[in-house]
C-alpha cells in the first residue's frame, strides 16, 4: 500500500503503549493453557501464533486517532467478543479447516487484550495503580501510565524477548468489519484498521530494534515497575496470563457446545479506558509513515483478511533523528 493514499492527517497518532506486552502476554497464556485439559485450545494456539499474537494488540487500534476512539474502547470489552464469537459460528458452522482456525485464533487473541488489560488497569492494586503510586506518584496520571507502559514494553523486548518480529501480521479486516456492523458501529471500516495497524507494525518494529536505547534510563526511572512488570499478583504477566487462560478455556468449551461464554466482566462497569497517553514508539513510527520515511506492506487476500509485512526504513536520517528524540519525548 502506498504512502500516497494515506493521508498525512489519518496518521496523526496518540496511542496507549502495551505492544510488546500484549505480544509476550499472548505467548505466556499459550503456556498457562491446561494442556491435559484443553490440549486441543493449545494447539489451536500453537498453530497460529502470529495471529494470536495480532488479536491480542488489536483493541488499541481505534485510539490512533479520535475519530475511532469509540470502536477501539468497544472491542476491549465483552459485548464486542461475544458479537465476534456470536458472528464466527454462523458464519463458520464448521468444520474448520486452516483459515477459519486462524481467524478464530486471532478473535481469542483479542479476549486475550481485555482480560490482561482488566488486571492490568483497574483496582487498587493493579499494576498499573501500584506502578504510578511506587515510582511516579507526583506524576499526571495520563502522562504516568503512558510512561509505564511504555516501559514495561521496553522491558520485555530487551529481557524477554530480544530479536526481530519478522513474521507477517494477520489482520481479518472483512471480518472486523462485519463484527463491529452488527454491533450498531457501521462507520468502522478497513481502511481506518490496516492505516492503524500499520503505524502499530512499525512501532513493534522499532521498540524491536530501538528499545535498548531507553532501557537504562527507564530502569532507573521506573524500578518498582521493572522489578515486578512479571510477577506482581495482581496485574503483573504472569497473573495476567493466567487470567487468560482460564478465560480461554472457558471459551472454548462454549464453543464447542456452540454457545458464546459468559464472561466475569462487563465493560459498563468501568469508565471508558481514559485519554491514552502517546506511545512514543507508534508516535514515531506515525511520523516515519507520514513522511514516508518508512513503509509497511500490506497484502490484501481474497478471504477479506490482509497481511502486513516487515517493516522497510526509506530513509535511515529520518529514523536517526526520530530515534535521538525518543529520551525527550518520555519526559
Known amino acids: 500500500m502506498s504512502n500516497t493514499l494515506l493521508p498525512s492527517a489519518l496518521l496523526a497518532v496518540a496511542s496507549a503503549a502495551g505492544l510488546s506486552t ?83 485464533t486471532f478473535l481469542l487473541g483479542v479476549i486475550c487484550h481485555g482480560e490482561t488489560d482488566e488486571a492490568w488497569h483497574f483496582g487498587s492494586t493493579a499494576f498499573l495503580t501500584r506502578g504510578l503510586a511506587e515510582d511516579l506518584p507526583t506524576w499526571e496520571a495520563t502522562r504516568g501510565e503512558g510512561l509505564i507502559e511504555a516501559g514495561v514494553d521496553i ?61 537504562l534510563y527507564l530502569r532507573l526511572t521506573i524500578p518498582w515497575c521493572h522489578d515486578n512488570y512479571m510477577d506482581h499478583y495482581d496485574g503483573g504477566l504472569a497473573n495476567g496470563a493466567e487470567l487468560t487462560a482460564r478465560r480461554l478455556e472457558d471459551t472454548w468449551d462454549a464453543l464447542l457446545g456452540r454457545r458464546p461464554a459468559d464472561s466475569p466482566w462487563n465493560g459498563e462497569e468501568h469508565q471508558p479506558h481514559g485519554a491514552c497517553a502517546r506511545g ?35 530513509d535511515r536520517a529520518a529514523l536517526t533523528r526520530g530515534l535521538e528524540s525518543l529520551p525527550a519525548r518520555l519526559r
Not at 26 to 46: N, S
Not at 51 to 77: K, Q
Not at 185 to 210: C, K, P, S, V
Not at 301 to 310: F, V, Y
Open 280 to 314: 512514543v514508539f507508534v508516535e514515531l513510527a506515525g511520523e516515519l509513515l507520514a513522511a514516508g520515511a518508512a513503509d509497511v506492506p500490506v497484502r490484501r487476500l481474497p478471504d477479506g483478511s490482509a497481511r502486513l509485512g516487515m517493516p522497510r526504513i526509506l
Open 22 to 104: 500484549h505480544f509476550q502476554m499472548a505467548d505466556m497464556t499459550t503456556v498457562a493453557v491446561d494442556e491435559t485439559t484443553h490440549g486441543d485450545l493449545v494447539l489451536a494456539l500453537q498453530e497460529h501464533p502470529q495471529a494470536f499474537r495480532a488479536g491480542s494488540v488489536f483493541p488499541d487500534w481505534g485510539y490512533l486517532r479520535e475519530p475511532t476512539r469509540d470502536l477501539a474502547e468497544a472491542a476491549h470489552w465483552p459485548p464486542f467478543q461475544e458479537a465476534a464469537l456470536a458472528w464466527f459460528l454462523q458464519e463458520h458452522p464448521g468444520p474448520w479447516g486452516a483459515a477459519e482456525r486462524e481467524l478464530l
Open 155 to 215: 522491558f520485555v523486548q530487551v529481557e524477554d524477548r530480544p530479536g526481530a518480529e519478522e513474521r507477517d501480521w494477520y489482520l481479518p479486516v472483512e471480518a472486523l468489519v462485519q463484527i463491529y456492523h452488527s454491533l450498531g458501529h457501521t462507520d468502522a471500516t478497513a481502511l481506518d484498521m490496516i492505516i492503524a495497524t500499520r503505524a502499530q507494525r512499525l512501532g513493534l518494529y522499532l521498540e524491536d530494534t530501538a528499545g535498548w536505547l531507553l532501557y
